[in-house]
C-alpha cells in the first residue's frame, strides 16, 4: 500500500523569509502524482502545485516550488517570500496513475510570524 | 464558475441516527471522491463515484454508503452513527480522467453527541 509520510507536525517562519516542507512517500509504481494542498482555516483544501512522476523538472508555481527527488522518493515544498496568509496546514498527497483516490499525509501545521 | 458546494455546512446527531450529506461537484466534473477528515486519523479516502458508478472504495464498515446522479451530484449516508464518526466530511470532485487534479468543497463538519 502506498503511504506518505511528512515527519515534521509543525513549523513556524518569519514573513518575507524561505521555508522548507518535507514530505516521503513509498510506492511501487512507475505511474503516479504527487500534490501539495493547503488547508486554511476555512477547512477548505486548495491545492497548490503538482507534480507528475515522469517529469523530472520539479515544478515551480509563482513562489511554490518542489523539489522532486524520484529515487529517494521525496517531495519537499519550498515556499519563498513568505506570507501571513501562507499560514495553514499543508498536507502532502499522492495519487496512481489511473486512480482518483489521493493518500494523504498527516499533515504540517505552518506559522507565519510578521 | 461555481466550485464544489458541499451542504450542510454543519449537522448535529444523535448516536444511532443516520445523516445524508450532499455534494455538487463543479459543473463538467464526472468524478465525486469523499473523505472523512479527523484528528486522530488524519484524511481518509472513503470512496469516489464516476458517471453514478462506485469506482473505488475504501476501508469504511458498510455503514458508510454512498452515490451519484446523472447531474453528477453525489450523497453520502451514514447509518448508526457512533461518536467515532464525528468529523470534517471533504468531497472533491475532477473530471475523472486520472490525470487531472481534485477539487475540494469546504466540507461538512459532523458532530455526534
Known amino acids: 500500500a502506498q503511504t506518505v509520510t511528512q515527519s515534521q507536525p509543525e513549523m513556524s517562519v518569519q514573513e518575507a523569509e524561505t521555508v522548507t516542507l518535507s514530505c516521503t512517500y513509498d510506492?511501487?509504481?512507475?505511474?503516479?502524482?504527487l500534490f501539495w494542498y493547503k488547508q486554511p482555516p476555512s477547512r477548505q483544501m486548495i491545492l497548490v502545485i503538482r507534480?507528475?512522476?515522469?517529469?523530472?523538472q520539479n515544478a515551480t508555481e509563482n513562489r511554490f516550488s518542489v523539489n522532486f527527488q524520484k529515487a529517494a522518493k521525496s517531495f519537499s515544498l519550498k515556499i519563498s517570500d513568505s506570507q501571513l496568509g501562507d499560514a495553514a496546514m499543508y498536507f502532502c498527497?499522492?495519487?496512481?496513475?489511473?486512480?482518483?483516490?489521493?493518500?494523504f499525509g498527516k499533515g504540517m501545521k505552518l506559522t507565519v510570524n510578521p | 464558475k461555481a466550485g464544489v458546494t458541499q451542504t450542510p455546512r454543519y449537522l448535529i446527531k444523535t448516536r444511532g441516527q443516520q445523516v445524508t450529506l450532499s455534494c455538487s461537484p463543479i459543473?463538467?466534473?464526472?468524478?465525486v471522491s469523499w473523505y472523512q477528515q479527523t484528528p486522530g486519523q488524519g484524511l481518509q479516502f472513503l470512496f469516489e463515484?464516476?458517471?453514478?458508478?462506485?469506482?473505488n472504495k475504501g476501508n469504511f464498515p458498510g455503514r458508510f454508503s454512498g452515490r451519484q446522479f446523472s447531474n453528477s451530484r453525489s450523497e453520502m449516508n451514514v447509518s448508526t452513527l457512533e461518536l467515532g464518526d464525528s468529523a470534517l466530511y471533504l468531497c472533491?470532485?475532477?473530471?475523472?480522467?486520472?490525470?487531472?487534479?481534485?477539487?475540494f468543497g469546504q466540507g461538512t463538519r459532523l458532530t455526534v453527541v
Open positions: 507534480q507528475e512522476a515522469y517529469k523530472q
Open positions: 463515484y464516476f458517471s453514478e458508478t462506485q469506482r
Open positions: 510506492t511501487s509504481e512507475s505511474d503516479y502524482y
Open positions: 472533491a470532485s475532477s473530471l475523472g480522467s486520472h490525470d487531472t487534479e481534485a477539487f
Open positions: 459543473s463538467g466534473h464526472r468524478s
Open positions: 498527497a499522492y495519487k496512481r496513475g489511473g486512480s482518483e483516490k489521493l493518500v
